[in-house]
């Protein structure tokens, strides 16, 4: 089964790069690292999807039985990055893929938004959107080992483990 998460922070020291790169480690998921990336401003321009980098990200989200999406709430939304990221896919990579959601915020209850813009385009990509979905505050990191504390790894891994099975059916389904 192959996942791919995308972390959608622009952000090299953020923290939903440290949750992105917790989850590939812990469940062997494929990283897009959009703060780490060459995507370019989405243009609309034929010539971009000749760009290695977007025929290279097309095909990871189309192979994939899986895709986690985490972005940080910027301002009450998902980041730009991420949406600039996901204005380069179609259904054509996502339709009845299983996708599951996780947000990044500062506290204070933050992170629905982030969560509400990505179902909202999830969606609109025709993808399956799964139902569990998380929030991430400050509290929840291991920032000394570029990782999660114990009770956000284990709401992680709930999220993660309904994935797959949903990810296990698509796979079937697709064959
Ligand atoms: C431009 C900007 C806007 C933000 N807006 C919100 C917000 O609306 N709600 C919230 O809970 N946190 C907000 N925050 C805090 C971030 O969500 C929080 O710092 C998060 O950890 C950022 O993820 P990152 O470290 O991966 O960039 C904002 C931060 C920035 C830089």
Redesign the pocket.
């Known amino acids: 089964m192959k996942l791919v998460i995308i ?5 090299k ?7 992105s790169r917790f989850i590939s480690k812990q469940y062997g998921a494929e990283l897009i690292d959009l ?1 780490n990336s060459e995507i370019p401003l989405y243009s609309g321009e034929g010539e971009q999807y000749q760009l290695n980098v977007i025929q290279d990200f097309r095909k990871s989200i189309e192979e994939a039985d899986g895709v986690i999406l ?8 998902m ?1 730009g990055a991420l949406k600039n990221a996901l204005d380069f896919l179609s259904s054509d990579q996502f339709t009845h893929k299983p996708v599951a959601l996780l ?9 629905i ?2 969560l509400n813009s990505m179902r909202t385009v999830g969606r609109s990509l025709y993808a399956n959107v799964i139902s569990k979905q998380l ?4 509290h929840c990191f291991d920032y000394e080992n570029d990782g999660l504390t114990e009770e956000p790894a284990l709401l992680v891994e709930a999220l993660i483990e309904e994935l797959k099975m949903y990810a296990t059916a698509y796979a079937a389904m697709k064959k």
């Open positions: 972390n959608g922070s622009p952000r020291q953020g923290r939903t790069g440290i949750a703060s985490t972005s940080p709430e910027y301002h009450g939304s980041s947000a990044v915020s500062g506290g204070g209850k933050g992170g938004n982030a929030v991430l505050d400050p």
